[in-house]
Nanobody, 122 residues
Framework: QVQLVESGGGSVQAGGSLRLSCAASGYTTSRYYMGWFRQAPGKEREAVAH????????YYADSVKGRFTISQDNAKKRVSLQMNSLKPEDTAMYYCAAANDLRGLGTDFGYWGQGTQVTVSS
């Protein structure tokens, strides 16, 4: 059973930085999709950034391009999200997600972490 454990998050003022990390356990393969989604109150869940642990370009939502960076540590099966120049509109619950294929990422066919709150004050 795949488990995702998140760390990081918290409260910061606008313009500040935070770093989220997600450690995966239970995967029998080293090749899978992993990333971050977020959901703000009253809004739909959206993909923030994700990557394929086997290599290739990462995906970023337009709203975070140039500010957020997703990275991986394959040895530790960990994916991190460095968030810089944070804005109040980045306030949301952030969820780590993983899946064997891209279609399953962010769906009930994938795996989810428990979520971590990010709050950006103006």
């Amino acid at each position: 059973q795949v488990q995702l454990v998140e760390s990081g998050g918290g409260s910061v003022q606008a313009g500040g930085s935070l770093r989220l990390s997600c450690a995966a356990s239970g995967y029998t393969t080293s090749r899978y999709y992993m990333g971050w989604f977020r959901q703000a109150p009253g809004k739909e869940r959206e993909a923030v950034a994700h990557l394929y642990t086997g290599g290739g370009s990462a995906y970023y939502a337009d709203s975070v391009k140039g500010r957020f960076t997703i990275s991986q540590d394959n040895a530790k099966k960990r994916v991190s999200l460095q968030m810089n120049s944070l804005k109040p509109e980045d306030t949301a619950m952030y969820y780590c997600a993983a899946a064997n294929d891209l279609r399953g990422l962010g769906t009930d066919f994938g795996y989810w972490g428990q979520g971590t709150q990010v709050t950006v004050s103006s």
